[in-house]
C-alpha cells in the first residue's frame, strides 16, 4: 500500500503555466513562418508569367524576323499566358493577374510587354520589327 502512495506523490509532469509558454512560443513560430511560405506561391506566379512572356517575345521575334503578319492571338506564348489559372488578358492586352498587372501593346507591328507590382515595373520588353 505505501507503493502506492509514494506513486501517487510524485509530482511529475508540466504545470499549466509551461504549456501555455509551450503553446505561446509554438503560435509565435507560426505567425513568422506562415507567410513566408504563402509567400513561395507568389513567386512561382510570377516566374510563371514572366516565362509566358519571354516565350511570346521570342515567338514574335522569331514570325517578325521571317516576315510572317501573325495577329497577337495567333502566337503559342499569348495562348500560354491567357490559359493560365486566373488569367484572361483582354484584346487590348491588358489584364491583373495575382496582383500584377500585364500589359501587352502592338504599334506598327512592334511590341512592348511589361509585368508590372505595385506601380513598380518587374520584368518588360520591347520587340521591334524594323520596319
Excluded at 516566374?47 to 519571354?54: F, G, H, I, Q, S
Excluded at 518587374?122 to 520596319?131: D, L, P, S
Aim: aromatic residues 6%; charged residues 20%; hydrophobic residues 35%.
Amino acid at each position: 500500500m505505501k507503493k502506492i502512495r509514494d506513486i501517487l506523490k510524485r509530482n511529475e509532469g508540466f504545470t499549466l503555466i509551461e504549456l501555455l509558454i509551450v503553446i505561446v512560443i509554438i503560435g509565435v513560430l507560426a505567425a513568422i513562418a506562415v507567410p513566408n511560405i504563402a509567400g513561395l506561391g507568389d513567386s512561382a506566379n510570377e516566374e510563371a508569367v514572366r516565362a509566358n512572356l519571354r516565350t511570346l517575345a521570342v515567338e514574335i521575334e522569331s514570325h517578325r524576323a521571317n516576315g510572317d503578319n501573325f495577329s497577337l492571338e495567333n502566337y503559342n506564348g499569348w495562348n500560354e499566358l491567357n490559359n493560365m489559372d486566373s488569367i484572361s488578358v483582354n484584346n487590348n492586352g491588358e489584364n491583373t493577374y495575382d496582383g500584377y498587372n500585364i500589359v501587352v501593346e502592338e504599334n506598327n507591328g512592334d511590341f512592348s510587354y511589361t509585368l508590372s507590382s505595385g506601380g513598380q515595373i518587374t520584368t518588360g520588353g520591347t520587340i521591334t520589327t524594323g520596319e
